[in-house]
Every structure is written in C-alpha cells, then in structure tokens.
C-alpha cells in the first residue's frame, strides 16, 4: 500500500493553518473556496477577518454583496465571493442555515465543484472523498507513475479512482490534508525532496528516477496581452467609478476602462458617449495585472469633466467612499492615482 506512511507523517508534520483543526462545514466551505487559486499563507489573513465577520452561514446569507466583495477584495477570482454568497442564502433558505450533509447536495451549491465538495465533506463529515486538486494531482500521478497528460479527461479519472481506491476511510478529510501538505512542502512541482518523503519507498517515479517530469501536462496557452485605456475622471472634488458588469470582475467597482483603445482619444469619446465631455488633464502613466487568461496592459490618464449631462450607468464618489467601495486588485496603481488626485483637491 503506497500511502501506510502518509498519515503518521502527516500526524507529525502538519502544517497549522489558522482553518485547520475545525469540523465546521462552514469554515472548511469557506477556506477551501479561498485556498483555490490563493496562496496558503495569503489566505491566512483574510480567512480570519472573513470568519470574524461572517462568522456562520446566516451571517453571510444577510449580508449585503457589495460587503462580501469588500471582504474578498484582493483575493481575486471574485466569482468565487458572488457564488459563496449565492450558496450561503440557499443554504439559510432551504436548509435552515444547516449545511447540507450529503455530497451530492453540498456538490449542487453555487460555486462548489468536484473538489470542493470533497473536501468539505471528508474534512467535516468523514465522507472518503478525494480532494483532486493540483497538489493531489501531482503526488499521486508520480505514486503511481502516470505518464500521460493529466489534462486528458480520462487521465482525469484515472487518478480520481487512484485517490477513491487509497483514500483512508476511517481519516478521508486528513488522508486529503496530508497529500496537500506532502504537495505543497516536499512533493512540489519542479523539484520534489524526496529524501524527506514518507512515501518514497512505494514512489514509482521516485524508483523510475523521472519524478521532476512528472506531472505530464500540456503547454498552458500564455495570457493574451489587451491593451486598456483607464480614465481617472474627476468632477468637483470626486471621482468616476462605475459598477463591472463583464464576467471578468462582475460586481466590482473600476475607473473607466476602455478595452483595446489605451488612447486619450478613445476615451474622451467614450466619455462622450456616457454624456460626459472632459478635458485631458495629464499622463498618469501606466500598470499591468496578469489574469488567468489576459494581461490588462494599462494607460492612466486624468481628465477632468466639464459637462455631466447624464448621471447614469455611473457614480462620483469621493476619497472616503472610494475607499469603501470594492475595488480588484487590477485598479490598484489606479486607485493609488485617484486617491492622490482626491486629497491633492482637498488641500
Ligand atoms: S518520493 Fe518524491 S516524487 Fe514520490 S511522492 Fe515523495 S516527494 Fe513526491
């Protein structure tokens, strides 16, 4: 059995994460929707003030989203947030605030897919689920020597049914933590230690000495650059910031962004069209943020407004509001920008 190690080295060696040690399917809901895609140790913080917070399933359901964002802003992917919110008020509402014990029904919730479900419910409820995420992925594809795409949906499985088949029955939610924790401290991408790893005896890439190839996985494609024009509009002591509602972001609050046209040009018109007419005040310069799939490649400018004929499908908001509002991580050059605009007005 290539994993009898696996759960006294995990006993000895466990990471102690400020999520771990709970059998809240609340808390552990929560946490892994915040560990996907985030760094354990920058999930630390907001994980407590988000607990603190919200500290059960009602008191997310109540919450306003515009809150729930502030509580998630800088963690990115905020679909995560909206659909956390979703999943809560189902919860309150159809469950009386109790989450849903079986898989398939914590599996239905808004935002919670194969892996998620897993891991809430052999975490909380002892169901022997595995938690295939990319840390399980890598350490059971070099236990068990795959050499094919992990990509491949039938690969996939594969090491699905690897994890179904080994899983702890009696400790499925630590058999889970423990090959997180050997893959995201010893089993790591690129060079794994196995001169430390509990498992290296029944390795089959440890034995067949390729576990650095391993996992096999196709080329991702690089993130496509878009250039973006940005517009930091001010009008009588406040600021332009409207509402996101493209996929990307949806909900949060940006500057005027103008997508494939990063000219002044491109955005005193696009002004014009919102009823708007401004003048270019000066060069801002300009900021990048890599998401998954693009790269918003953008140019700063201020203008100040000189004509608001509409005031719809945006806000002015000042220095304080501003601040409170939940702004991605993409507008932080930006908002550091606007801020020095708003308090440059005031002095
Ligand atoms: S022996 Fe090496 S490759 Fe195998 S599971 Fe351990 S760290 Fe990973």
Redesign the pocket.
Request: glycine share 0%.
């Given at each position: 059995m290539p994993y009898t190690q696996l759960l006294p080295w995990y006993d000895e060696n466990k990471r102690v994460l400020p999520f771990r040690g709970t059998r809240d399917a609340y808390a552990v809901w929560i946490s892994e929707i915040m560990l996907q895609q985030t760094r354990t140790e920058t999930v630390s913080g907001y994980y407590t003030r988000f607990m603190e917070r919200f500290p059960d399933v009602e008191a997310l359901a109540l919450a306003d989203e515009q809150e729930v964002l502030k509580y998630w802003e800088g963690l990115g992917y905020y679909s995560r947030a909206r659909n956390l919110h979703k999943a809560a008020k189902i919860v309150y509402q159809e469950y009386g605030g109790r989450f849903p014990h079986s898989h398939e029904t914590v599996r239905a919730l808004p935002g919670i897919g194969d892996y998620t479900a897993a891991a809430v419910c052999s975490i909380a409820y002892r169901l022997a689920y595995p938690a295939i995420d990319g840390n399980l992925t890598?350490?059971i594809s070099?236990?068990h020597g795959i050499r094919e795409d992990v990509g491949i949906p039938s690969v996939k499985r594969q090491i699905e049914e690897l994890g179904k088949a080994h899983i702890d029955p009696d400790r499925p939610g630590d058999w889970n933590q423990a090959l997180m924790d050997?893959g995201a401290t010893?089993?790591?991408p690129g060079t794994?230690?196995?001169a430390?790893?509990?498992?290296?005896e029944k390795?089959d890439?440890?034995l067949q000495d390729d576990?650095e190839l391993?996992p096999v996985r196709a080329a991702a494609k690089p993130p496509k650059p878009v250039p973006m024009g940005v517009a930091l509009v001010t009008h009588n002591g406040k600021i332009l910031v409207q509402q996101r509602d493209a996929a990307l972001l949806k909900g949060l609050w940006v500057f005027l962004l103008l997508e494939n046209d990063d000219t002044p040009d491109g955005l005193l018109k696009k002004l014009h069209g919102m009823g708007i007419e401004a003048a270019l005040k000066s060069d801002l310069g300009e900021a990048k943020h890599v998401f998954s799939h693009r790269i918003w490649n953008m140019k700063i400018y201020h203008f100040e407004a000189t004509e608001v004929r509409k005031k719809t499908g945006f806000r002015f908001v000042n220095s304080e509001e501003l601040a409170a509002l939940p702004l991605p991580t993409a507008m932080k050059a930006a908002r550091k920008r606007a801020m020095e605009l708003l308090n440059a007005d005031i002095e």
């Open positions: 890598r350490v070099r236990v050997l010893i089993c790591l794994p230690d196995c430390r790893c509990p498992l290296k390795c890439a440890f576990a391993l």
